[in-house]
C-alpha cells in the first residue's frame, strides 16, 4: 500500500500547529491593540462642531481662564459649558457682526441652545468629578492636555481605566501645586519625584482604588 | 401554592413545636415541594435553566462567538454624545449638583410635605420636608411613587370634545354660555363634582362660584373619605371635628379597626410618635402597649402587643360593652364573643390605670358609632386635651359625601343637570355600584373631566381635560393638622396640562388666569401683605433674589443641600453686589425688580415648605349626653354567614396609583403579593369552605356578584373577607388595564365598608396569583428574635444568646483592618411597621426596573431591598413581625470568593461593591449569598425606549442591562457626594451626612446608617444595644447590617407565659 501522506507532510503539520499558535496569539494581541488604538479611544481625533470655536485662540492667545467658562468645575462633578449668555458678554461687543459667530448671536435671539460635541466622553457607568481632582491637586493639563495649543478641541489621552488606575495608584507622579492648576505648560519648580509626595501628604490625598469610587 | 394544605395538619404542627417558630407562608409550614425550591435554590427552576437542548455541535458554536464577541466588545466605540448648555443658565443652578424644592402631595383631603430634588430641571426623586409637621423628613409609599406617576407616558395628553382634539378656549366658551344660560336659575342645573379638596385656594374659588349662583351645588366624593369618622364626630359633638392623636404622650392605646400607623394623612406623623415609644433605650421613653381589635389584618395590627381578630360587625359591640365597662353614659354592656370577653377585664383595667394617658382609636372602616364612643371614651378617660386635640378638619369643605353623591346622581336621574364639572376623581369607577352612576351621568346635559387619565369617567364625559400633577403646578394644601404648604411646580406641564384652579378661573367672571397668579392673590389677602412692591432704598439689594426663570416657572431654591438649614439661605446678603476697586468706576450690580411685602413673605413660605402660623388651634367640643340613644346598636353577625369588608388597596390605593408599575410591583406588606388583588380569608375559614389560595370564589348579595380569587392570610378575623378597592380598571393604562378584580359591585351607598349576609360559591377556577412570600427564603434558624420587656429586664443579652452555635471569628483570608469610614447599618425591628415607603425609595434612587408579573412569577422580581415578613404562633391570630432585607455587605462577602471575573469585591469602607460593567452574569455570586439579596437581569428589564422615564432616571445610579447582577450598594452615589462634599470642606463626613435612600423615607426612623468606626455614631450606638444581632453570624461572613431584637410589652394579665422563657430557642 503506497504512502497516502508524503515525508513533507510531517513539516506542514508542524508549521501549521505553531501557526496556529501564532495566529491565535495574534489574534489576542491585535484585540488588545485595537482596543487601546485611538480608533477605539478617539484620542487625538478632532471633532467637527456647530461652531469651530478655538481653545488656542481663547486661552492661549487671550489668557482668559478655564473657570471664566467651565463655571462648576470647583463646585461640581461637571466642569460646565458655558451658556450662550457667556460667549455673548464679549462678542456682543467684539466680532459682534462676524458671519462666523452668527449661531452663537442666532443662540441667543432665538432662545436655542447650542449643540456641542462631548469630546471627553466617558462610559455612562463611570462617574467622574471635576470638583474634587481639582481641589486635590490635579491640574487641569495633566489629564486635557496642553488646550492653549488645541485649535479645535481633540482628547488626548485614552480615558480607559488603566489610565484613570496609573495616577490613582501613583498621585504623587501627577500632583502639582493648587496655585498651578490652570496654568498651561507647568513646569514643576523643584523635581515632582521630591515635590509629590510633599503634595500628597499636604493635600491628604488618599486616591481611591475601589471600584465603587467610579463605578455605581 | 399547587399542593392541597391541611390546616388542620398545620394547626397540630404548631401546636407541637416547643417554643417559637417563625414562618413566612403556610406553605413553608406545610413544607411543601414549591417552598423547597424556593428554600434550595435561589431562583425557582424554571427561572435559571435553558431549557432548549443544547448539542456539541450547537454549545462550541456559542463558545466560539461568545469567545469573538467578549474580544470584539472591548473594541466598540461610543456613540457620540451632545453637550446642550443653557442659553441663559438660572443662577441657583450648578450643572451637576441637584436643587431640592419644598412642596406637597395633595392625597385624600390632606397634604404630605415634601422636598422634591431635581436635576437640571427635572425632578427625579422625592423626599419628605423635614421642617413639615405631617412627614418630618419621612414619605409613605404613595409620595415615593409620585415621581413615577408624573412621567407616566398613559396620562393624557390633549384637551378632547367627544375624542376630537379642542384647545382650552372652546372649553372656557362652552362652559360660560351655559353658565350664563343658568343665570336665570341661579345656577339649578350646576354641580361640580371633586374628590375631597384641601386646598384653601381652590375651595374658595368654588364658593365664589357658588356665591354666584347660589342654587349650585358642590359635592365632594372620596370612596374612602373618612365618612365614618366625620359622622362620628358630629354624633358625638353635633359638628364636625377632627381628632389629634399625641401618640408619643401615650402609654396605652387601643385600636378599634384603625390601622393609624400606615394609613391616612397622619399616618407618617403617627408612625414617627408611635416609635418614639418603642426604643429600648435611648431616650428613655417607657415602652407603650398597643391594643388592636382589627377584622383584616393591618400594618398596625402586627406591632399590637394585643391583637384580637374579630368580625367587622362585632367589633361596635365590643367597643359598647368597653365604654359601659368605664363608665360611658347611656352604654350597657351586651353578649360578646368568647375572645373579647377574655380580653375585657384586663384591657379595662389597663386603661383605667392610664387615664390621661390613653387614646382610644376607631378605624375608618368602622361605622359612625364606634367613632362617637372612642370619643366619649376618650372623655371620660380624661385623655382629651392630654393626649387628644380637636381642631377643624384639613379639609375645606366638610360635608356627608355619601348622602351628597347620593343626592347627586337622583338629581341627574331626575334630568335638572344641565352641566356637571368633575374636578378630578374617577367616580364612575368608585361609586359604590347601586347608584349606577355611569347610567345617571350620562343624563347630565353637558359633562366635563379634569383628570390625569383619560379613565372610566373621562370615556363617558363631554369634555375631557388633562390635569396636572402635583409636581408641574402652583396649588396649596393643609396638612392634618391644618398647616398649609405652598405646592410649587418643580417642572412645566409635561402634557399640556391645567390645574383645578386655571379650570375654575376659566369659568369665573375675571376670566382665564395662571394658577401662579390665583394662589398668590389668595394668600396676598389672607395674610394681609401687601402685591405692591415697595421702592427700595437707593442701597443695593441683593443679587441672590432673581425673579422665576422662564418656562417651569421655578421659585428661589431651599440651597443644594437635602435640609434647608433655614430661611437665610434664600436671601443672602447684599454682599459682592458692589465691587470697589480703587482706581475704577465701581461696578454697580443690574437693578433686582423690588420686591413687594408679600413676596418676602411668600419666598420664605416656598423655602420653608410651610406657611407659618396656618395649624389649627385646639377647638373645645364636649360629647353630647344623649347621643348613645339615637343609634340602636346594629346586629352583630352571627353564625357561619360570611362578611366582607372594603378596604382601600394598600399598594393603589383606590385605584388612582393603579397605573404606577412601581406599586404594582411592590408587595403588598401583609399578603406579599404583587399585581393583582384577592380576597383575603383566614385559614380556618379557608378550611372549613374547603379553599386554598388562587381558588377563585363567587362572592353573591342582594343580587350582586364577583369572581374573584381567594388569599389565605393568618391572622385574618374568621368568616370575613377583606375586599381591596383599585383594580379591574378598564381605563387605567397599560399597567393597570384588565388585572385584578373590581370589588365595586358588591359595594353600596349603605354598606360602603361592611357587608353582611354574603353567600360564597367555589366556581372550581384556580388563578395564579404572584406573592413574593417565599420568594427568596433563609435557610437558618432564628432570624427573628423576640422577648417580652419582662424578660429583656431579666435578660438583656438574650438576643445574642440565640446564636445557632458559638462565633468563632475565624478566617482563612486574614483579618483586615478598615481605617477611616467603615459602613455599617442597623435596622430597629421594633419600630418597623412594614410600612414598604423604603422599598418605593430604593426604587426611585437606584433605577430599579419593574419586571410585570409573569416574571415575579418566576421569582425575578428585582427589589434590592425586601421587606421579609414572618409569623409566629397560633395561624388564627400568629405575631407578624417585619424584616427589612437590604444587602448585608458581608465581610466575609461568600459572593465575592466565587465571582470568576472580580465583579463583586470588596472596597477599602467595606462595602461589597458590585461592578456592573465587569460582570458576565454567571450567577454563581447570587447562588452563594445566603441573604439571597442578589438579583440578576435575566431579560432587558430597564425600559430604555419610552423617552418620558428617561427624566425620571437617577444620573448618579447606572442603568443596568440585560445579563447584569446587581444588589444593594448602600446607595453608595450617596456615600461619595457626601464623601466629595467633606473632602471640598477639609473635614470628615459627619454623622448623618450620608442618608441612604430607605432610611430618609422610613417614618419610624427604624433604619440608621453610619461610620462603625466612629463610636459617637448613632448607628455604632445601636450596634452596642444588647439587642443587636446579626443574620446568620455562625456562617462567619460577619454582616455589617444587623438587627435589633424585638422587645413586646405585654399584658401580664393576658400573657401570662410571658414571664417564663418563652423565647428560648428551638434547634
Redesign the interface.
Same mark, same amino acid.
Given at each position: 500500500m503506497p504512502q497516502i501522506f508524503k515525508a513533507s507532510a510531517n513539516t506542514l503539520a508542524k508549521v501549521s500547529i505553531v501557526g496556529i499558535l501564532f495566529l491565535a496569539g495574534g489574534?489576542?494581541g491585535l484585540?488588545m491593540v485595537?482596543?487601546r488604538s485611538s480608533?477605539?479611544t478617539?484620542a487625538n481625533e478632532y471633532i467637527e462642531q456647530p461652531l469651530q470655536f478655538s481653545h488656542a485662540h481663547h486661552v492661549g492667545d487671550d489668557g482668559i481662564d478655564c473657570r471664566y467658562c467651565h463655571t462648576?468645575v470647583e463646585?461640581?462633578?461637571?466642569a460646565?459649558? =458655558? =451658556?450662550?449668555?457667556t460667549c455673548m458678554n464679549c462678542h456682543s461687543q467684539i466680532w459682534a457682526n462676524s458671519p462666523f459667530l452668527e449661531p452663537v448671536r442666532a443662540?441667543?435671539r432665538e432662545?436655542?441652545?447650542?449643540?456641542?460635541?462631548?469630546v471627553h $466622553?466617558l =462610559?455612562?457607568?463611570v462617574?467622574f468629578?471635576h470638583?474634587?481632582h481639582i481641589?486635590?491637586g490635579m491640574g487641569c493639563e495633566t489629564c486635557h492636555g496642553r488646550v492653549d495649543r488645541m485649535p479645535l478641541m481633540e482628547q488626548q489621552a485614552s480615558l480607559q481605566m488603566e489610565w484613570c488606575v496609573a495616577c490613582h495608584r501613583a498621585p504623587e507622579q501627577y500632583v502639582r501645586p493648587r496655585s498651578e492648576i490652570f496654568t498651561m505648560g507647568y513646569r514643576p519648580t523643584e523635581p515632582q519625584s521630591t515635590l509629590g509626595p510633599k503634595l500628597v501628604k499636604a493635600y491628604q490625598i488618599?486616591a481611591?482604588t475601589?471600584?465603587?469610587?467610579c463605578?455605581? | 401554592m399547587n399542593e392541597r394544605t391541611d390546616i388542620g395538619a398545620l394547626r397540630a404542627r404548631l401546636e407541637g413545636t416547643r417554643g417559637r417558630e417563625y414562618w413566612r407562608s403556610l406553605e413553608q409550614l406545610a413544607e411543601t415541594a414549591e417552598f423547597k425550591e424556593f428554600l434550595h435554590r435561589e431562583f425557582p427552576q424554571n427561572a435559571s435553566e435553558w431549557l432548549d437542548p443544547v448539542g456539541r455541535r450547537g454549545f462550541l458554536k456559542l463558545m466560539g462567538a461568545s469567545l469573538a464577541l467578549a474580544?470584539?466588545s472591548?473594541?466598540?466605540?461610543?456613540p @457620540?454624545?451632545?453637550?446642550? =448648555?443653557?442659553?441663559?443658565?438660572p443662577e441657583e443652578l450648578?450643572?451637576?449638583?441637584p436643587l431640592f424644592y419644598a412642596t406637597a402631595m395633595p392625597f385624600a383631603g390632606a397634604g404630605v410635605g415634601l422636598l422634591v430634588e431635581s436635576h437640571e430641571g427635572r425632578p427625579t426623586k422625592i423626599e419628605g420636608n423635614p421642617d413639615h409637621p405631617s412627614s418630618r423628613g419621612a414619605t409613605d409609599l404613595f409620595a415615593q411613587a409620585a415621581i413615577l406617576g408624573l412621567y407616566d407616558p398613559d396620562r393624557t395628553q390633549t384637551i378632547t370634545n367627544l375624542g376630537e382634539i379642542r384647545p382650552f378656549s372652546s372649553f372656557a366658551a362652552e362652559a360660560r354660555a351655559i353658565l350664563s344660560s343658568q343665570q336665570t336659575s341661579q345656577g339649578a342645573g350646576v354641580r361640580i363634582l371633586s374628590e375631597t379638596i384641601a386646598s384653601p385656594t381652590l375651595a374658595a374659588q368654588i364658593r365664589e362660584l357658588l356665591t354666584r349662583f347660589p342654587q349650585a351645588k358642590w359635592v365632594q366624593w372620596e370612596p374612602f373619605g373618612r365618612h365614618s369618622a366625620r359622622e362620628g364626630s358630629r354624633l358625638a359633638f353635633g359638628e364636625y371635628v377632627d381628632a389629634q392623636y399625641a401618640i408619643e404622650k401615650a402609654d396605652l392605646i387601643v385600636s378599634l379597626d384603625a390601622d393609624f400607623l400606615c394609613t391616612g394623612a397622619s399616618g407618617l406623623k403617627h408612625s414617627r410618635a408611635f416609635a418614639s415609644r418603642r426604643r429600648m433605650g435611648g431616650d428613655g421613653a417607657p415602652l407603650n402597649r398597643l391594643y388592636a381589635i382589627e377584622s383584616s389584618p393591618t400594618n398596625t395590627g402586627s406591632r399590637a402587643d394585643h391583637r384580637l381578630p374579630l368580625r367587622a360587625s362585632q367589633i361596635e359591640g365590643v367597643a359598647r360593652a368597653l365604654a359601659a365597662q368605664l363608665g360611658v353614659a347611656g352604654f350597657a354592656g351586651g353578649a360578646l364573643p368568647e375572645a373579647a370577653t377574655r380580653w375585657m377585664a384586663p384591657l379595662v383595667r389597663d386603661l383605667q390605670a392610664s387615664r390621661g394617658r390613653s387614646i382610644v382609636i376607631a378605624g375608618d372602616g368602622q361605622p359612625a358609632i364606634v367613632h362617637a364612643i372612642a370619643h366619649a371614651m376618650n372623655e371620660t378617660l380624661g385623655n382629651v386635651g392630654a393626649t387628644v386635640v380637636y381642631t377643624q378638619p384639613a379639609e375645606a369643605q366638610p360635608m356627608n359625601q355619601l348622602a351628597g353623591l347620593r343626592d347627586l346622581v337622583a338629581e341627574m336621574n331626575a334630568g335638572t343637570i344641565e352641566f356637571l364639572l368633575i374636578l378630578g376623581g374617577n367616580p364612575v369607577y368608585t361609586a359604590p355600584s347601586d347608584l349606577e352612576f355611569a347610567d345617571a351621568m350620562q343624563k347630565a346635559r353637558l359633562r366635563a373631566h379634569l383628570g390625569i387619565y383619560e379613565d372610566e369617567t373621562a370615556a363617558l364625559c363631554h369634555w375631557h381635560i388633562p390635569e396636572t400633577h402635583f409636581l408641574e403646578t402652583w396649588s396649596d394644601v393643609r396638612s392634618d393638622d391644618g398647616t398649609v404648604t405652598i405646592v410649587q411646580p418643580l417642572i412645566a406641564p409635561l402634557y399640556n396640562g391645567r390645574s383645578a384652579h386655571e379650570v375654575m378661573s376659566a369659568l369665573s367672571e375675571n376670566g382665564e388666569r395662571s394658577a401662579y397668579d390665583i394662589v398668590r392673590e389668595y394668600w396676598a389677602a389672607q395674610s394681609g401683605f401687601s402685591l405692591q412692591p415697595v421702592i427700595p432704598p437707593p442701597a443695593p439689594t441683593s443679587g441672590g433674589e432673581v425673579a422665576p426663570t422662564g418656562g417651569a416657572q421655578i421659585a428661589p431654591a431651599p440651597g443644594g443641600g437635602v435640609a434647608p438649614t433655614g430661611a437665610a439661605q434664600i436671601a443672602p446678603p447684599g454682599k459682592g453686589a458692589v465691587a470697589v476697586v480703587p482706581g475704577r468706576a465701581p461696578i454697580v450690580a443690574a437693578p433686582v425688580p423690588a420686591l413687594s411685602p408679600f413676596d418676602r413673605e411668600w419666598r420664605r413660605w416656598l423655602h420653608d415648605g410651610i406657611v407659618p402660623t396656618t395649624a389649627f388651634m385646639p377647638r373645645t367640643v364636649a360629647v353630647q349626653a344623649n347621643f348613645a340613644a339615637q343609634v340602636p346598636a346594629s346586629p352583630a353577625a352571627a353564625g357561619a354567614a360570611l362578611e366582607v369588608v372594603f378596604r382601600p388597596d394598600p399598594s393603589v390605593y383606590d385605584g388612582r396609583f393603579a397605573n404606577n408599575a412601581w406599586l404594582q410591583e411592590l408587595p403588598k406588606s401583609l399578603t406579599k403579593l404583587t399585581w393583582d388583588n384577592a380576597a383575603l380569608i383566614s385559614p380556618a375559614t379557608a378550611a372549613r369552605l374547603n379553599l386554598i389560595s388562587g381558588d377563585v370564589v363567587e362572592l353573591r348579595q342582594g343580587g350582586r356578584s364577583l369572581r374573584i380569587p381567594v388569599w389565605l392570610v393568618p391572622g385574618h378575623a374568621p368568616d370575613t373577607l377583606t375586599l381591596h378597592l383599585g383594580y379591574g380598571r378598564t381605563r387605567a393604562g397599560r399597567a393597570a388595564n384588565g388585572i385584578g378584580v373590581d370589588v365595586n359591585p358588591l359595594r353600596t351607598t349603605g354598606a360602603p365598608d361592611i357587608l353582611t349576609g354574603v353567600e360564597l360559591v367555589k366556581t372550581g377556577d384556580v388563578y395564579d396569583l404572584a406573592s413574593t412570600q417565599d420568594h427568596w427564603s433563609l435557610e437558618g434558624r432564628n432570624l427573628v428574635r423576640v422577648a417580652t420587656a419582662a424578660q429583656f429586664a431579666q435578660d438583656p443579652q438574650f438576643a445574642r444568646k440565640q446564636e445557632h452555635q458559638p462565633l468563632t471569628g475565624l478566617t482563612m483570608y486574614g483579618n483586615y483592618k478598615y481605617e477611616?469610614y467603615a459602613w455599617g447599618m442597623a435596622i430597629d425591628q421594633n419600630v418597623c411597621t412594614g410600612c414598604n415607603s423604603c422599598v418605593v425609595a430604593c426604587v426611585a434612587e437606584n433605577n430599579i426596573p419593574v419586571v410585570g408579573k409573569s416574571q415575579v412569577l418566576n421569582g425575578r422580581e428585582m427589589h434590592w431591598l425586601r421587606v421579609d415578613r414572618y409569623y409566629t404562633g397560633d395561624l388564627e391570630n400568629p405575631d407578624t413581625y417585619h424584616q427589612p432585607m437590604p444587602c448585608q455587605q458581608c465581610e466575609n462577602a461568600p459572593c465575592e470568593v466565587v465571582c470568576p471575573v472580580s465583579a463583586t469585591?470588596?472596597?477599602?469602607?467595606g462595602?461589597n461593591?458590585m461592578?456592573?460593567?465587569r460582570c458576565v452574569g454567571t450567577r454563581y455570586c447570587s447562588n452563594n449569598c445566603p441573604y439571597k439579596v442578589r438579583r440578576f437581569n435575566f431579560l432587558l428589564y430597564s425600559d430604555w425606549n419610552t423617552e418620558s422615564y428617561w427624566l425620571q432616571r437617577n444620573p $448618579?445610579?447606572?442603568?443596568r442591562s440585560r445579563g447584569v447582577m446587581e444588589k444593594c @450598594?448602600y446607595c453608595?452615589?450617596r456615600?461619595?457626594q457626601a464623601r466629595?462634599a467633606a473632602?471640598?470642606d477639609d473635614r470628615s463626613i459627619r454623622d448623618g451626612d450620608v442618608v441612604t435612600a430607605c432610611q430618609a423615607a422610613c417614618p419610624t426612623e427604624a433604619i440608621v446608617f453610619g461610620n462603625i468606626n466612629d463610636p459617637g455614631s448613632r448607628v455604632s450606638k445601636l450596634k452596642a444595644s444588647p439587642l443587636n444581632y446579626g443574620l446568620l453570624e455562625e456562617l462567619n461572613t460577619r454582616p455589617r447590617t444587623t438587627y435589633l431584637a424585638i422587645v413586646r410589652n405585654p399584658n401580664t394579665e393576658l400573657e401570662p407565659a410571658a414571664d417564663t422563657g418563652e423565647g428560648e430557642e428551638r434547634n
Open positions: 489574534t489576542i484585540i485595537l482596543g480608533y477605539v478617539r462648576s463646585t461640581s462633578s461637571f460646565g459649558i =458655558p =451658556p450662550t449668555k443662540s441667543f432662545d436655542k441652545s447650542l449643540h456641542w460635541i462631548r $466622553d =462610559p455612562d457607568f462617574y468629578n470638583s474634587i481641589k486635590k488618599s481611591n475601589s471600584c465603587s469610587t463605578h455605581r | 474580544g470584539v472591548a473594541c466598540t466605540r461610543q @457620540t454624545e451632545e453637550l446642550v =448648555p443653557y442659553v441663559r443658565q450648578v450643572p451637576g449638583k477611616g469585591v470588596h472596597s477599602s469602607e462595602l461593591d461592578v456592573y460593567n $448618579d445610579v447606572t442603568v @450598594t453608595v452615589q456615600i461619595n466629595v473632602k471640598l
